[in-house]
């Protein structure tokens, strides 16, 4: 079964950071187009980072400078390392993947819908 396991939320205060996980059991693992997109309550899902198959990257401008994503190929895992978490970075993170888009045209544009997606990870940062 193809899925994806976010891990890694949590609490903190801001200015603090987390660094978010997810394990992934779709095949052509490396050739993936992969990101994170969050959602708060009663707001729009927003693209958060994005990363092509060639190691293109984009983000959100709210996160940039702050948030970096990355993937581990040898063990199928993508990584978010949020730094100087802010009370407006709480949201549900979700880990997602599609395969439609190669290289550039995967971080193009920072993405809010994919074929794969988690359950999503619960981050919460306090004032």
């Known amino acids: ?3 994806l396991v976010e891990s ?5 205060q801001a200015g603090g950071s987390l660094r978010l996980s997810c394990a992934s059991s779709l095949a052509t ?4 187009c992969m990101g994170w997109f969050r ?3 009663g ?6 980072a994005i990363l092509g198959s060639d190691g293109s990257t984009n983000y959100a401008d709210s996160v940039k400078g702050r948030f970096t994503i990355s993937k581990d190929n040898a063990e ?3 990584y978010l390392e949020m730094n100087n978490l802010k009370p407006e970075d709480t949201a549900m993170y979700f880990c997602a993947a599609d395969r439609r888009w190669i290289g ?3 971080s193009a544009v ?3 819908q994919y074929n794969y997606q988690g359950q999503g990870t619960q981050v919460t940062v306090s004032s």
């Open 1 to 3: 079964q193809e899925q």
């Open 8 to 12: 890694g939320g949590g609490s903190v």
């Open 29 to 32: 693992y490396s050739r993936l």
């Open 39 to 41: 959602q708060a309550p």
């Open 43 to 48: 707001k729009e899902r927003e693209g958060v």
């Open 76 to 78: 199928n895992v993508l």
């Open 104 to 106: 550039y045209w995967c």
């Open 110 to 112: 920072v993405r809010t």
